[in-house]
């Protein structure tokens, strides 16, 4: 596991150290047993827990839990976990709900930091696919766009070329991702990263990304 993502979730863990998880979890559906902790599927979990597994203060003590299986468990896709987490979590603390940004904040810099991808531990490839996913959490993408501004990196820019030319083709973006993406600032950004990068093998992306932009007026 990449450090800084194993850094992320022991602070996590740290922050929901006072809810112990219950060893066995009540089943909520007919004819079901109750679930072990230990023999659990974390996808099950992902989808269930708090409502048809266990109780609400269950997602609780196992946020760090259906976090760590996110990195760890290819079934379990980051938007299910966070949606999870999100109809659950008024009157968490300050602390805990800002542990699980940062620990989504964590993995958006590490996705940034790295391309192409995907990387190993991280549960998404490509910028478009984690901004979808990070939504489950209902708090919009301006904080992570604003971590992508300050992230003046080969990969970073490499990610927003990929990002422009996604959408071109059809993928779902969030409107204010391409209200940002359309803006002079990411115009410019993809304008000085061409020019550093012409002799790169990316360097088709970022021709690819400036050629949408020119076709569609400035936002």
């Keep these: 596991m990449e450090a800084e993502v194993a850094a992320a979730l022991w602070q996590l863990e740290a922050a929901f150290v006072a809810h112990q998880a219950r060893e066995v979890l009540e089943s909520r559906s007919p004819r079901q047993k109750p679930v072990v902790l230990a023999e659990a599927d974390p996808l099950a979990l992902a989808l269930g827990l708090g409502e ?37 979590w008024d009157g968490w603390t300050v602390t805990e ?90 115009r410019e950004r993809l304008a000085r990263a061409a020019a550093r990068d012409r002799g790169e093998p990316w360097a088709g992306d970022l021709g690819a990304a400036l050629d949408v932009l020119a076709a569609t007026p400035p936002t």
């Design 52 to 88: 048809t597994i266990g109780a609400p203060d269950d997602v609780r003590a196992l946020t760090p839990w259906l976090l760590r299986a996110v990195v760890s468990d290819d079934r379990v896709d980051l938007h299910s976990v966070l949606s999870r987490i999100a109809a659950f």
């Design 97 to 186: 709900r800002t542990a699980v940004r940062d620990f989504i904040d964590t993995l958006w810099v590490a996705l940034l930091d790295r391309h192409p991808g995907p990387v190993a531990t991280l549960p998404v490839g490509t910028v478009v696919s984690f901004l979808d996913d990070a939504s489950g959490l209902g708090d919009g993408p301006t904080r992570l766009l604003g971590i992508w501004e300050y992230k003046d990196t080969a990969s970073a820019d490499h990610h927003l070329a990929e990002l422009v030319v996604d959408a071109h083709y059809g993928a779902r973006v969030d409107p204010e991702v391409l209200t940002w993406a359309g803006a002079a600032p990411q």
